[in-house]
Nanobody, 112 residues
Framework: QVHLVESGGGLVQPGGSLRLSCAASGSGFGTSAIGWYRQTPGKERELIAGMSILGDTNYADSVKGRFTISRDKVKKTMYLQMSNLRLEDTAVYYC??????WGQGTQVTVSS
């Protein structure tokens, strides 16, 4: 089991950028698929960016071209670089490693 701690959320203006981090402890980080999800009130948690064990990435259409997922296996940390943020990107963002391990969530608010 991997324990995950997220950081980097906050308030940003439309068009701005943020980078979320998710630090892992325990085993399995380097040998599992990873993903970033987000959730807004009343809606299901949705996958917005994923990376396979081999490093292949996939993105939801809503964030494609604006968000980038990455992983540093040495630091055991995954990242979500978000740019050109929009009001509709406001959500709680969660990292996930494998099937069972989730971060605690971090709030991202895009507002002018």
């Amino acid at each position: 089991q991997v324990h995950l701690v997220e950081s980097g959320g906050g308030l940003v203006q439309p068009g701005g950028s943020l980078r979320l981090s998710c630090a892992a402890s325990g085993s399995g980080f380097g040998t599992s698929a990873i993903g970033w999800y987000r959730q807004t009130p009343g809606k299901e948690r949705e996958l917005i960016a994923g990376m396979s064990i081999l490093g292949d990435t996939n993105y939801a259409d809503s964030v494609k071209g604006r968000f980038t997922i990455s992983r540093d296996k040495v630091k055991k940390t995954m990242y979500l670089q978000m740019s050109n943020l929009r009001l509709e990107d406001t959500a709680v963002y969660y990292c996930r490693v494998g099937v069972m391990s989730w971060g605690q969530g971090t709030q991202v608010t895009v507002s002018s």
